[in-house]
């Protein structure tokens, strides 16, 4: 089987990209996250960490940097341009397992931090795609592969630490790891109900947006003085699950500054992140052998 990996696109879908997809064989194409994201929304991130992580002021919100109207403009401007990336992977006219990122907001509901009550047209328009199948919170199976999901807005590390960043206060700090506790859980009960009774444990896949801690997680990019290089941006239980369930395969994606492929679990678990799709990269994930034993990665840019 090979598997057509994509994610962060941040609301583009190069030309490049699309040509270098139709040269492609593959079964399968699995979305880690960042359809819509759009690069508009840099200033405020910027203005935001510069002004809380570096000053110690209270956080900005995207309406107080933009003011109503704009922030409407915007948010359209989103909903449209991952609309758009939609469309382009519905022609691809294979089956679509995907999950969401942290730039995916307006489509999706968040365990712990919000509930959207205007996803009413954007879940109206994923359901002329009888190939796509999220799985942010959940699991499927395809050819004998189990896929598990866990994607969406989550609290890194950098944010446990209340010496990393001025506007971490222990109170939002104790907050967090609350959060935590009840996202791992959310998670680790996920895992059983897929292991559970399961004879192909070791056919499993895991579908991240951010990556586990320890691979493809520290900071690099960003802009100049950016007050979070350095910090790991990966998930502490993922990597957590990964040890303990050993799975195959892990896709992930995030960190736009990285893309490749390591090995954990003394080589048993390939951990891959395609690299930003906004900028043309994916990649071509094969198993082989007469019992998909073997995995071959390829990276293309």
């Not at 700090?173 to 444990?201: C, H, P, Q, T, W």
Request: charged share 35%.
């Amino acid at each position: 089987m090979r598997i057509l990996v994509l994610g962060d696109f941040q609301g583009k879908f190069p030309s490049r990209l699309k040509r270098n997809l139709q040269k492609e064989s593959f079964d399968l194409v699995i979305g880690v996250g960042d359809y819509g994201g759009i690069d508009d929304w840099r200033p405020w991130i910027k203005k935001d960490f510069e002004r809380s992580a570096k000053k110690g002021l209270p956080r900005l919100s995207p309406e107080e940097f933009f003011g109503k109207r704009k922030l409407r403009e915007l948010i359209n401007k989103d909903i449209k341009s991952t609309k758009d990336v939609f469309y382009k992977l519905s022609k691809l006219k294979k089956k679509f397992i995907f999950i969401y990122g942290n730039g995916d907001d307006y489509w999706y509901n968040h365990p712990e931090y919000w509930d959207n009550q205007s996803l009413k047209k954007q879940k109206r328009f994923l359901r002329r795609f009888n190939n796509f199948k999220g799985i942010t919170y959940s699991k499927t199976r395809f050819k004998g592969f189990g896929f598990i999901g866990f994607g969406g807005y989550m609290d890194i590390d950098a944010y446990f630490n209340t010496d990393d960043l001025r506007y971490q206060t222990k109170p939002m700090v104790r907050k967090r790891l609350k959060i935590y506790a009840r996202m791992r859980k959310r998670f680790f009960r996920l895992l059983s109900e897929a292991y559970k009774g399961d004879k192909n444990k070791d056919n499993k896949i895991f579908v991240f947006h951010y990556p586990p801690t320890g691979v493809f997680d520290i900071i690099k990019g960003g802009w100049k003085g950016n007050p979070m290089k350095g910090k790991s941006s990966g998930v502490r239980f993922y990597k957590e699950a990964i040890k303990r369930y050993k799975p195959r395969l892990v896709l992930c994606g995030h960190m736009h500054e990285y893309s490749g492929f390591k090995k954990m679990n003394n080589g048993k678990t390939l951990v891959v992140n395609p690299g930003d799709a906004g900028e043309g990269k994916y990649a071509i994930v094969e198993f082989t052998g007469d019992k998909a034993d073997k995995i071959k990665v390829i990276m293309r840019k």
